[in-house]
């Protein structure tokens, strides 16, 4: 079993940055991909960026390219979302999510452990 707890999210004005972490506990963390997933009020949830166990290979949402970057550190069982250039449309709940494989999906449904999420509210 493996728990997740995100944090770092807030109020941001438009143009600014976040930095979302998701700490693990349970099994062993350094052989799971992780994944960042978001959700919107009246939205589907919907794929932001993922990571390799090793951190080798990360994986975005075409629209998240270049301005949000995942990173994992095996060490501290963390994984981060960096984000940068906030729009009011990054609006959501961010949940941090884990598969028991060591590649990166974009797929909801690969993912077999899910965070609480974090709220990240971007004002105009």
């Known amino acids: 079993q493996v728990q997740l707890v995100e944090s770092g999210g807030g109020l941001v004005q438009a143009g600014g940055s976040l930095r979302l972490s998701c700490a693990a506990s349970?099994?062993?963390?350094?052989?799971?991909?992780m994944g960042w997933f978001r959700q919107a009020p009246g939205k589907e949830r919907e794929f932001v960026a993922a990571i390799s166990w090793s951190g080798d290979s990360t994986y975005y949402a075409d629209s998240r390219k270049g301005r949000f970057t995942i990173s994992k550190d095996n060490a501290k069982n963390t994984v981060y979302l960096q984000m940068n250039s906030l729009k009011p449309e990054d609006t959501a709940v961010y949940y941090c999510?884990?598969?028991?494989?060591?590649?990166?999906?974009?797929?909801?449904?690969?993912?077999?452990?899910w965070g609480q999420g974090t709220q990240v509210t971007v004002s105009s």
């Open positions: 999510a884990a598969r028991t494989t060591p590649l990166p999906s974009g797929s909801y449904c690969s993912y077999d452990y």
């Open positions: 349970g099994r062993t963390f350094d052989s799971y991909a």
